[in-house]
């Protein structure tokens, strides 16, 4: 029997009309522009070479580390004898205990931050259950590594949720589920319960836990806007959105679920103004009428939803990137993001110095110059060397096209 998925029309004109208001810089919403919190905070995801941010690596180059106009770094949390990998272990059919984490994360739990104070456990999307299966391990997993989090003293989880091609593509419906059969809105409904799950087990032990996915659930929605997704891409990724949905119904009273806006092609203000309103309202609302977002929920989602953006540095689908366009392209990103920017490089490294083969200054010096609320350079290094930047991998091309995010997992 074939999968009956409901008859859901593309909704052209509303494409088109939001594509404008990205395109406009969306002064008919000025009202709505994300508010700027008291302060913004700027994370660095990156593992480029052999240079990775795992606990042993953060705490062995501890000062220099701290030496970056950063605000925190996303944790690459595994023993140097690569015994435990919680990254690519929690979200899989293995069981990975509270000790084990605890045990990768012990030689960061005591330093002593003060400029790199939000930091993050990269988690990458990996082999998890079909969402109709037992998902006991998963949801254990993730309550030891909140655990584990709270008690270490990070901000929370940096997911990454793309469907990377060596991993089972958990999120494609109906090409990659258990069941295909059964409807689309089925399996909508136990994937935003799965997420849900998750949520709540992580903040029984984690109450004030930040979940920061990459991808947020625009990437399921077929009446998102092109800068924001291609309709072609949604089987692929039909319940990543629902996913993601369930973490916000699960997240309690305290806990923070940020949209982290994984987009490489934004570079004017009102490209990232327009993407900010989009996810932040339209997205939400009964015009949009997404099949996996509960009407409940449509009610609070543009007050407590939280969206952040991601920076590349390299040039993107035609768009060029250097020093210069980093900076601005930084502050827009901070500019429009309720707290959370994050830059990612695969064409250098900033977590060494120049001198050792890092990024060279003048990319140092770019990030340097974004200023922004949250940034305290009183004590600025005058060595000027070093770096730490954004996570930024986009799922979608700008220009039209889906590719294959660039592979950024360490063997």
Not at 164 to 184: D, I, K, N, Q, R
Request: aromatic fraction near 14%.
């Amino acid at each position: 029997m074939a999968p009956s998925a409901r008859p859901r029309p593309f909704a052209r004109g509303l494409l088109f009309a939001v594509a404008a208001l990205f395109l406009s810089g969306g002064n008919e919403r000025a009202d709505a522009r994300p508010q700027e919190s008291a302060s913004k905070s700027l994370i660095y995801a990156g593992w480029y070479g052999n240079t990775i941010p795992t606990p042993s690596y953060i705490a062995e180059n501890f000062g220099f580390l701290e030496t970056l106009p950063f605000n925190g770094l996303v944790v690459y949390v595994r023993t140097p004898s690569l015994t435990i990998n919680a990254s690519q272990g929690v979200m899989s059919k293995v069981a990975i205990s509270y000790a084990e984490i605890s045990t990768a994360l012990n030689p960061i739990k005591n330093l002593p931050f003060s400029r790199l104070r939000d930091n993050f456990a990269y988690v990458v999307g990996n082999s998890p259950p079909d969402f109709f299966d037992d998902w006991t391990i998963p949801i254990g997993n993730f309550a030891n590594l909140a655990r584990a989090l709270k008690h270490a003293g990070l901000k929370g989880i940096f997911l990454d949720n793309e469907q990377y091609s060596f991993f089972t593509h958990w999120a494609e419906y109906p090409g990659a589920v258990a069941y295909p059969a059964t409807p689309l809105d089925e399996y909508e409904a136990q994937a935003r319960l799965r997420g849900k799950q998750v949520m709540e087990a992580m903040v029984a032990e984690f109450p004030g836990i930040v979940m920061l996915s990459l991808h947020g659930p625009y990437v399921s929605e077929p009446d998102a806007p092109w800068q924001l997704c291609f309709p072609e891409a949604i089987p692929q990724n039909a319940l990543m959105g629902p996913f993601f949905s369930g973490f916000y119904q699960g997240r309690g009273a305290s806990a923070t679920i940020v949209d982290g806006g994984e987009f490489y092609g934004l570079r004017t203000a009102s490209d990232f103004t327009g993407n900010a309103l989009w996810r932040k309202n339209d997205f939400a609302s009964d015009t949009v009428d997404c099949s996996f977002l509960p009407a409940a929920d449509r009610v609070t989602w543009s007050s407590t939803i939280k969206v952040g953006f991601g920076v590349y540095d390299l040039p993107f689908g035609g768009i060029d990137m250097n020093p210069h366009i980093m900076t601005s392209t930084l502050r827009y990103a901070l500019d429009n993001a309720d707290r959370y920017a994050w830059f990612y490089t695969e064409g250098m490294t900033f977590l060494k110095p120049e001198s050792q083969g890092g990024a060279p200054e003048v990319w140092v010096n770019a990030v340097r110059a974004v200023n922004f609320p949250g940034r305290d350079d009183s004590e600025e290094s005058s060595s000027g060397c070093g770096l730490l930047g954004i996570e930024v991998i986009p799922l979608f091309l700008v220009l039209g096209r889906r590719r294959s995010k660039p592979r950024r997992l360490s063997p």
